[in-house]
Structure formats: C-alpha cells, structure tokens
C-alpha cells in the first residue's frame, strides 16, 4: 500500500529520460523521422548558432568590425589546376608541324603546342570544422587535378575533394590541420528580405574583402539556370568572380549562406548576387561525408510554373503550385496515381509556391518516406500519399506542312510518322502532330513553340493527327488556348494566347 506512490515517481522518472533520450537523438540527426529533411548523422562537428534574436543597428557605432573581425580568418582562398587538352592544336593541320613546310614559310605560322596545358582556378571556401573541413562550390573544385587552400594567415596546404555535388554546386575539403578558426552556423530559414549580410571572399584574386549588403530574397529559384535544386537568398552584397565558395554571414558572425553566382550583364557584380543556404548546404554536406554521396527522395515527374493564363486555363483562380507536365512510367509518382496535369498545391502541408519549392523539399525528404500532397485535379482538390524512391543520379523534321487553323496561326504541322519520331529519337509510343515552322512574331513563338515540339494535346483532350488537330482548336476562336508538348521526350504545358 505504502509503494504506490515510489512506483508512480520511479514511472514517471523513466518517462522523463526516455523523453529526453529520444528528443537528443532526434536533434542530433540519428533517428529519421518519415517525411522529414535527410540530413544524415553530424559527420562534421560544428557551431550551432543559439541565439537568432534580431540584433539592433544602434550597438554598431563604429561599424561592423566586430562582426567581421572574428568572421575573416575562416574563409579562406582556393587554388584549383585542371589538365585541359589543346583544343587548338588538335584542329590545327598537321602540315604546320612539316619540316619542308617551315623551310619555306619559316616559323610565321606559330608552332602549335601538342601537349595537354594546365588551367589555375580561383575561389574562395569557409573553414567549417576546426579539424579542417571546408565548404566549397563544387564549380570551384570540379574536375581539378590539384587543390591547394591559403588561409588569412599565409599558409599552403594541399586539399583533398571529399566528394562533390554538382546539383546543389556543393563540395566539401579536407585539409590535414587542426585547431583552425570556423565560422558558427546560423539558421538560414529565419532570414527575412531587409536583414543586413555581408559577403565574404577573394573576389578577382585582390585578397580577402568583405562586402555589405540585405537579404534582396529568399527561397529564389531560377528555372534551373545555376542549378538542379534551387532554394537561394539574393543579396545586393557584392558578389564577384573568385567569391564562389565565400561565406555569407548575417549581424552576428554566423554563418547563413555560401557564396555561389551573379547575374550580370557585362561580367561584374550588378546587385543581383546568390548564395546557398546554409541550412541545404550543410544536409548536403553531412551526407557527403557520411555516405560519399547525397542521397534524396524521388517522386518521378516533370514539373513546371503555374502563371496566371495557365492557372486561367486549369480552372484555378490564382497561379502559384507547380503543375505535373509528364510522369515517369514505373516510377513513386506513377505508382501513386499522379497524372499529367494535376497541380500540387501543398506538400506534408506546407503550400508550394512553385516548381522549384516542390523539387528542393522533395529532394530533403529520405527515400522510403512518404509524401503527403494536396493536388488540383480536374476542377477538385484530391489528397495523395507518395512513397518516394531514390532519386538517380542522372536525370532520365519534315516537309508537307499544312498550315494550322484559326487558333494557332503562325504555325505549320505536319502527322507524327515512325520516320520523324526517329529523327526526334522519340519513342514509338508517341503520338500527335509535330511542329515544323514557327513564324517569328507569331502566337505560337509568343508562346515558346519551337520547330521539333509533337503537341500531343489541346486543352486537355489527346490528339493525333492534324484532323483531330483542327476539330479541337474549331471554336476557340479568340480564346486562349493549352496544349501538351512533348520536347525532346519529355513533356511541358504551353498556354498560347490569341494575338
């Protein structure tokens, strides 16, 4: 009778550590939640920022040197060499090389050199471990024969490439020191468009500089312009050749982002600079070195923007999403009963803004877990659970045109015959009417069409021939018109507007 109380605290006491048990676990990385981001086992210590508070600008009086100061000597110079072959001597004739030839004509025509030369890159990397790993951009190290990193103190040391990946211009190094200065990492998902950052790196080879600017966006995509997986902050910190691979640090010294690309027109820094997030780049990062490789989830599906003539054209009444254009035969997506056309609306939730927010919380997502997707389909909201697979490491013209009618004029077609879907290198299956002019300055030019595209359907309704062609496009008039278009083998949604 007496013991029920003992019982009842001692129960309790298990309950606590058991909680507190799988909670550390859980923060450290070693138990993987379904649906959750594979960030793999902490392979690399680092400094986790605790206090993302925002900081007041009236506590810099004199400036920011006291954030920059401890921020410098962790970001360091990358020198990377390449063997390239002469390209130039391999098209120059042979007759050059003829002694005969040099007797009369002497050495006005210049030798070529024969041999394979060697080409210096230049970057900039962040110490990251005090053990000496560095984060890079795999751009800076690609298919580099040798890697050397100069730190802010003047000394050399010979990398080793753990290992690359090309679809986030992630790479991690390896240099054989110990007690090196890092930088702490800060939680890139709490930056916010106005925060003041400051960029850090070896622009042009002049030395280390820092630079200061604000966040001009976040979570910005480019169509796959720079990258596969796009997810970066914008910054008008000046960002500069030689730069790639330098940090990006927010008011406290911590570390948010690495340094990755600008757009310019003329060569230089136009305000319009992007680094990498620091929470994506460290995922790739652990995996990196825990597995050799980085592992993510995959669905199977070509995915594209949802602008307001498409979403007009599906029946939604605003853009955003990312629509379905083709799904992947015996792939997750196919299996679940994903379809060409549905839009993806939301994610385990969260809403997707567009193609390339589906894409990068899909790749973070373990392959095995399930996705949860909210979907547009044919005028209805319909819910759809994905068991991601593994994604791969490599993602898998003629004559007799007749014009096209009222609806797509500008255009010639031509039927989808076995011989042109050959030259197409199309599969057999494929069926519609294929593309053999477009008018400049026409509707279907406005709309991206291009000689070589097979329009497999109009306005959601399959075609295959130029007669079934022209009963869909009678009566749409002035109407907009949506039609599937299979480039290359691999199919897109296009929205062409009446002119």
Known sequence: MNNTPKKTSYSFLLVLVAVLVIGGLLRAGFVRVPGHSVMGAPRVPVHLADNTAPV???DFK????????????????????????????????????????RHFFGDQFPRPNQGPQREQGLGSGVIVNADGYVLTNNHVVEDASDVEVFTQDRKKFKAKVIGTDARTDVAVLKIDASGLPTLTFGDSSKLKVGDVVFAIGQPFGVGETATMGIVS??????????????????????INPGNSGGALIDLRGNLVGINTAIISGGGGNQGVGFAIPINMARGV??????????????????IQAVDPDMAKAFGLSHGGGALISDVSPNSPASKAGLQTGDIVLELNGQAVNGPDDLSVHISQMAPGSVAHLELFRNGQSKNVDVTLGESPEKTPVAENNEETPTGLKGMQVQNLTPEISRQLKLPSSITGVVVTEVEPSSAAEAAGLQRGDVIQEVNRKPVHDVNQLRQALSGTGSQSVLLLVNRGGTTHFVVVQPQ
Do not use: C, W
């Open 56 to 58: 007041s600008l009236g």
């Open 62 to 101: 004199n400036g920011f040197s006291s954030v920059l100061s401890p921020a410098l000597p962790a970001v360091v110079n990358i020198s990377s060499t390449k063997i390239v072959k002469n390209q130039n001597a391999q098209n120059m004739p042979d007759i050059y090389n003829d002694p005969l030839f």
């Open 217 to 238: 966006a976040t979570g910005r995509g480019l169509g796959g312009a720079i990258e596969h997986y796009e997810d970066f902050i914008q910054t008008d910190a000046s």
């Open 285 to 302: 990062m652990d995996q990196i070195v825990e597995h050799g490789k980085v592992i993510r989830g995959y669905m199977g599906v070509a």
